[in-house]
């Protein structure tokens, strides 16, 4: 049960999102919602924080049970972007259709609440 959760979780930012071919998205996004991007170091760090982030998920969807400890620092991922996008929406810098966004990672922060719950800890001799 809570592997299906994590495997939806995994399936909305597949890791091919954020794979090198996706990095011509630093000059749309400079494009479509301006300000251009002035610091391409943070740009490209967050499409590898992403990626890293991807393959955690997918690690934990595979065994829920050993990788139970994760699911703390994921829930923090969720709901620091989530809860961020909601004020700075709230405040005017960002497009209300932002919250698309902000909304499924709440969402996904919220199942992986209910994951961590259902999921039962590691015990010595299962190691």
Request: aromatic share 12%; proline share 10%.
């Amino acid at each position: 049960m809570t592997g299906n959760i994590h495997l939806a979780a995994s399936a909305r930012n597949p890791p091919s999102q954020f794979s090198p071919q996706r990095v011509s998205m630093f000059d749309l996004i400079s494009r479509k919602d301006p300000p251009p991007i002035t610091h391409p170091g943070f740009f490209y760090g967050f499409v590898g924080l992403g990626l890293a982030w991807q393959v955690a998920f997918l690690f934990i969807a595979t065994e829920p049970t050993r990788h139970r400890p994760l699911m703390i620092p994921s829930l923090l991922e969720k709901f620091s972007y989530g809860a961020a996008v909601v004020v700075l929406v709230l405040q005017g810098r960002m497009h209300p259709s932002d919250m698309v966004f902000a909304c499924t990672d709440l969402l996904l922060g919220a199942l992986f609440v209910i994951a961590y719950l259902k999921t039962p800890p590691r015990l010595i001799e299962q190691l």
